[in-house]
């Protein structure tokens, strides 16, 4: 069974921190690219970031370059987001999503076949 776990929301105030979590499994890890996506109420859902477990590539939003740093450990199956300086509009539920490799555009959805359940960041000002 194929299961992406979200864990590391929470509550924090503007300028603070977070890191997300995704845990895999149920499939082969190394062909898959893990991307972030995110959706506050009313929005649509957005492509925040992305890598590849094959090589390391990451792909990053312009609304997050410099703030949000993602990284994966393959021997754990894990992918993290690092979440810095946090503003009131990264509030939104953030899921993890897995894409076979080789991938397209990372943050078109349809690129994914799995989808975790979510987890919800507010970022208080």
């Known amino acids: 069974e194929v299961q992406l776990v979200e864990s590391g929301g929470g509550l924090v105030q503007a300028g603070g921190s977070l890191r997300l979590s995704c845990a895999a499994s149920?499939?082969?890890?190394?062909?898959?690219?893990i991307g972030w996506f995110r959706q506050a109420p009313g929005k649509e859902r957005e492509g925040v970031s992305c890598?590849?477990?094959?090589?390391?590539?990451?792909y990053y939003a312009d609304s997050v370059k410099g703030r949000f740093t993602i990284s994966s450990d393959n021997a754990k199956n894990t992918v993290y987001l690092q979440m810095n300086s946090l503003k009131p509009e990264d509030t939104a539920v953030y899921y993890c999503a897995a894409a076979p490799l080789p991938m397209g555009y990372y943050s078109d959805y349809d690129e994914y076949d799995y989808w975790g359940q979510g987890t919800q960041v507010t970022v208080s000002s």
């Open positions: 890598i590849s477990s094959s090589d390391g590539s990451t």
């Open positions: 149920g499939f082969t890890f190394d062909d898959y690219a």
